[in-house]
T-cell receptor
Framework: NAGVTQTPKFQVLKTGQSMTLQCAQD?????MYWYRQDPGMGLRLIYY???????DKGEVPNGYNVSRLNKREFSLRLESAAPSQTSVYFC??????????FGPGTRLTVL | GENVEQHPSTLSVQEGDSAVIKCTYS??????FPWYKQELGKRPQLIID?????GEKKDQRIAVTLNKTAKHFSLHITETQPEDSAVYFC???????????FGKGTRLSVIA
């Protein structure tokens, strides 16, 4: 039981490049989330998916897109990366109103 | 929507002393209140949670209290140790499938 996994762990991009962050969970959770955390800051919700086939915007969705590929996987795409998107990205999953589990994070630097 | 305020933003205590972090929430329909600990460079991890039908919950040196009338909940850490140094986040869960709403975090430093 791996919990929530994320790939890659680290990534460096140049301004304007695109990339997809991958997230998977093996706990049969309905809901999945993407957060960003800037240095010394709290967790800001980018997008979430309450169930397979649905996605909704969070607090800071601009510049990102998501895909809920199936119940296990939820990906985050940056179409044209900007330095302001330098951050640590956490994926999380949860079943209804139970415990929310976080993945290990992806450290992204945009030059 | 739900709004969670967390205080203080930083807290320093001597090893062995107690630490208290407080959060207030705005949505009376919220019914689940977790606390997360995030060590430097790591993911947030759940340390304790409480549901709205309970007023207090304890797990060894950690306890959480909930006052539904006043809409606030608190984390209490007793006999603090250096390994308790971390950032702590509170959160509230509105009803249904809406996401957790997090406080902005408290950086706790335990001085040996």
């Amino acid at each position: 039981n791996a919990g929530v996994t994320q790939t890659p762990k680290f990534q460096v991009l140049k301004t304007g490049q695109s990339m997809t962050l991958q997230c998977a969970q093996d706990m049969n959770h309905n809901s999945m989330y993407w957060y960003r955390q800037d240095p010394g800051m709290g967790l800001r919700l980018i997008y979430y998916s309450a169930s397979e086939g649905t996605t909704d915007k969070g607090e800071v969705p601009n510049g990102y897109n998501v895909s809920r590929l199936n119940k296990r996987e939820f990906s985050l795409r940056l179409e044209s990366a900007a330095p302001s998107q330098t951050s640590v990205y956490f994926c999380a999953s949860r079943r209804d109103t139970d415990t929310q589990y976080f993945g290990p994070g992806t450290r992204l630097t945009v030059l | 929507g739900e709004n969670v305020e967390q205080h203080p933003s930083t807290l320093s205590v001597q090893e062995g002393d107690s630490a208290v972090i407080k959060c207030t929430y705005s949505d009376s329909a919220s019914n689940y209140f977790p606390w997360y600990k995030q060590e430097l460079g790591k993911r947030p991890q759940l340390i304790i949670d409480i549901r709205s039908n309970v007023g207090e919950k304890k797990d060894q040196r950690i306890a959480v209290t909930l006052n539904k009338t006043a809409k606030h909940f608190s984390l209490h850490i007793t006999e603090t140790q250096p390994e308790d140094s971390a950032v702590y986040f509170c959160a509230a869960s509105p009803s249904g499938n809406t996401p957790l709403v997090f406080g902005k975090g408290t950086r706790l430093s335990v001085i040996a």
